[in-house]
């Protein structure tokens, strides 16, 4: 077999074994075990592509950044900031229509700026505002679309774990990914806001009661006082200044503003009387888990990237779509298919570690900004957190919603449907106009 045949043969054997139910990371590491024990036809060159994807890839400092944001993240979860937050929004949109669905979009994107991970946003919120949204007379499919449509904003809005990802596999700058990730969670929170109130305004039937939500939202916030907004809307601000202050203002690297923020949401808890002993080795825990499960898997997409550089099949699909001649947009548009249709099967990281090294050489000669590029990845890639048959938001939701038989796992895909389409539709003006990713770059 060529070197171009095997690494063509390993992207199906992937798949394969992915789709037969083998963990993303051991289906990675073993086809490109095997494949390079095919292209060098010696066991000692799998073994030593082990060795070494295992210790470069994780031995640099900047590696630390991704337990410490995840550890954060739970932190600000465990403080239920997602609740303070969800109230404030409410108690500023109440009279607007589709009020409380605009606040589970504001009070997402607020929270995405002190988390980064969209799966702790799905099950913050479903727990706080479907039941909410659906006790003030909204359609539980709407209410579980909109909370499964804005948890994805964790991904884009910074401090984002995936920008971080795409950042360290790229070489690219954190704060740079940061910055241009800041208009386009904002375009899209805008374009959620703006779809939720035209829903509620043409098609109410599927939103649900709006006077029965507004009267009541009306009687529930209207009692909070001016040091209420305080109390609640301080903390999230502090962290938010905390870390991006700290990394915008070049006070901090990445990675010790992870820890700066780690610290401050701890000091938040314990103010907030949130964390007892047993709560707190749970969140470190569950931290271990999410971390060590990011890590393998990029170990095993090390291995993979440095397979696919051994096979040859980057420079021969490159030179195959130079001689298609189907310009940049063209790549754009089958890379951008990609995604969506490995979205169905894969979670965000694996899709990035496994496209990215994949398409990287191709874009490269077009000059194009590999920041901008990342901002594409990562919207793309997020598509699929709301589609079937994977969908790990709507899964998440699921789950955290075990107890309520009114909502099943296709009302939570249908009510998901829209947000995506909006999504799809962001994606193809952040294409069109690179501006928007880069302008504060």
């Given amino acids: 077999m060529t070197g171009f045949e095997i690494g063509i043969f390993s992207i199906f054997a992937i798949l394969i074994l992915i789709y037969s139910g083998l963990y993303v990371p051991v289906a990675l590491g073993l086809v490109s075990f095997v494949s390079v024990w095919l292209l060098r036809g010696s066991l000692e060159a799998p073994i030593y592509l082990v060795t070494l994807a295992a210790s470069n890839s994780l031995e640099d400092y900047i590696f630390g950044v991704i337990p410490l944001f995840v550890l954060m993240g739970l932190l600000v979860s465990q403080c239920e900031l997602g609740r303070d937050i969800y109230e404030v929004a409410n108690h500023l949109l109440k009279k607007l229509k589709g009020g409380l669905g605009v606040a589970t979009v504001a009070a997402n994107a607020a929270f995405a700026a002190i988390t980064g991970v969209s799966i702790a946003s799905a099950a913050v919120f479903t727990r706080v505002s479907v039941p909410e949204m659906i006790r003030f007379g909204y359609k539980p499919r709407f209410a579980v ?54 829903m509620a305004t043409f098609f109410p039937e599927y939103v649900g009661g709006q006077d029965e939500a507004s009267k009541l939202a009306q009687e529930k ?155 594409i990845t990562i919207v793309g890639a997020e598509i699929g957190l709301l589609t079937p048959p994977l969908g790990i938001a709507c899964y998440v939701i699921k789950t955290t919603l075990s107890d309520d038989d009114r909502i099943t796992l296709f009302d939570i895909f249908a009510g998901a449907f829209p947000f995506a389409i909006i999504m799809l539709l962001v994606l193809i003006l952040l294409i069109v106009f690179p501006s928007i990713s880069l302008f504060l770059v």
């Fill in 221 to 375: 916030y209207s009692n909070l006082t001016t040091s209420d907004l305080i109390n609640k809307t301080t903390p999230i601000l502090v962290l938010i200044l905390l870390v991006l202050g700290g990394i915008y203002g070049g006070f901090f690297t990445p990675t010790e503003a992870g820890a700066v923020g780690a610290i401050g949401a701890l000091l938040v808890a314990i103010i907030k009387r949130k964390l007892n002993r047993k709560a707190f080795w749970s969140v470190l825990v569950e931290t271990g888990h999410i971390a060590a499960s990011i890590l393998m898997l990029i170990v095993a997409a090390t291995m993979y990237s440095r397979m696919l550089a051994l096979s040859g099949l980057p420079s021969d699909l490159g030179e195959w779509i130079s001689q298609a001649d189907i310009g940049l947009y063209g790549i754009l548009t089958i890379y951008v298919l990609i995604l969506i249709l490995m979205g169905t099967i894969l979670d965000t990281t694996s899709i990035i570690l496994i496209m990215v090294p994949l398409f990287l050489p191709v874009m490269e000669p077009y000059g194009i900004s590999l920041v901008w590029f990342g901002i």
């Fill in 145 to 198: 679309g909109v909370v499964a449509g804005s948890s994805v904003l964790g991904m884009l809005i910074p401090p984002s774990v995936m920008l971080i990802i795409y950042a360290l596999i790229t070489e690219q700058s954190v704060a740079d990914l940061f910055t241009a990730g800041i208009m386009p969670g904002i375009l899209l929170s805008l374009c959620y806001a703006v779809a939720i109130i035209s």
